[in-house]
């Protein structure tokens, strides 16, 4: 391959050694692909430097002076879980100050990745805001290559190369389990999220790690995934009451999963705190009408939006700045379900 040709997916299947499709499933997001593929895939973008040819094309472009907040859930989601309202007023505030146009973009099916690939490779925004970060999804990774400014609401994992911010999520955590323990729980649960995402296992890492310091067992039947959904709450409220009956507390890595708890431990006729204590995570308005109202994990959402947002535009200026990475503090807020 001569030094002036752009590298194209033949190139890059050839490099990770696996067919074309399996290329193009990795830059669109499929699942259809295994762990192994999607590495050496992966990989091989980032060795040759790879970018699809419609954003070479797009490339050279004046700015736009709109950024895109990428949110990749459901509507329903959005309606129902409150830390997306308040991140996406945290981001508004952020760009107030400069004549920046905001654009929502969910991202629910293939049909609206592809649109959204489209639209970042042709530069129709000068950077991307990307909250609910999965660590397979491969947008994050498109988006490096591309060469677009771009912040993350949470991480992939350790090491992330991109900006962004998130809470203090293993501390979150480890306050929540040491207020249970210091008021006598020793069977503590654990409702962790999506355990593909960083800020579940950062949850649950906090929660482990405060029982060993404890010296009360973290066993792993104490421990139900959910999905960050009320729904999703109860069933794991319902797995973890079957698995250990004798359990007196449970920590859930959201509110609305918490409320979803509270909604089972009423149906099996357990009171909360007498029988079963019961802590969230966000201190979102859930927290504060619930019955009864919740002791939660606060993390200054808004603060993360705006955060980000401030992050961007410096990075839209100046391309060549370092990336930064903000963690910012948490605080348990005490109520009557604890």
Same mark, same amino acid.
């Given at each position: ?65 709109? @950024? ?8 329903s ?33 293939q ?16 950077g ?13 990774g ?10 993350l ?24 389990v ?9 069977r ?27 010296? @009360? ?9 959910a999905?960050?959904?009320? !729904? ?26 918490? !409320?979803g708890?509270? @909604? ?20 979102s308005? @859930? ?36 990336r ?7 605080e ?7």
């Amino acid at each position: 391959m001569g030094s002036r040709q752009r590298p194209t997916i033949k190139t890059v299947a050839a490099r990770a050694g696996v067919g074309r499709t399996t290329v193009s499933r990795v830059i669109n997001g499929s699942e259809l692909v295994s762990d192994e593929a999607r590495s050496a895939v992966l990989a091989a973008i980032a060795e040759l430097n790879y970018v699809p040819n419609s954003v070479a094309r797009g490339l050279v472009t004046s700015r736009t002076d709109s @950024v895109a907040l990428v949110i990749p859930e459901s509507e329903s989601r959005l309606g129902s879980e409150p830390y997306f309202s308040a991140v996406i007023r945290g981001v508004s505030t952020g760009l107030t100050e400069r004549r920046i146009q905001l654009q929502l973009v969910l991202v629910r099916d293939q049909a609206e990745r592809d649109q959204l690939t489209e639209s970042v490779a042709e530069r129709r925004v000068d950077g991307v805001l990307l909250v609910s970060v999965h660590e397979h999804d491969p947008l994050p990774g498109l988006l490096e290559n591309m060469g677009l400014p771009t912040v993350l609401a949470g991480r992939r994992a350790h090491g992330e190369p991109l900006s962004h911010v998130r809470a203090d999520n293993e501390g979150g955590a480890a306050a929540a389990v040491a207020h249970l323990a210091a008021r006598g729980r020793r069977r503590v649960a654990t409702i962790s999220g999506p355990l593909d995402m960083d800020v579940s296992r950062s949850r649950l890492d906090g929660w482990r790690d405060a029982l060993r310091g404890e010296g @009360v067992e973290a066993a792993e039947t104490l421990v139900a995934s959910a999905d960050f959904t009320e !729904a999703g709450g109860e069933a794991a409220m319902r797995s973890l009451l079957e698995r250990e009956p004798g359990l007196d507390a449970v920590f859930a890595a959201s509110d609305v999963m918490a !409320a979803g708890a509270l @909604v089972e431990l009423r149906r099996q006729g357990r009171r909360v705190p007498d029988d079963v204590a019961v802590i969230g995570f966000d201190d979102s308005v @859930v927290a504060r009408h619930s019955n009864p109202p919740l002791t939660s994990v606060r993390q200054p959402v808004e603060a993360i939006g705006r955060t980000m947002a401030r992050i961007l535009l410096a990075e839209i200026d100046d391309p060549g700045q370092p990336r930064q990475h903000v963690v910012l503090p948490t605080e348990l807020v005490v109520r009557e379900s604890s």
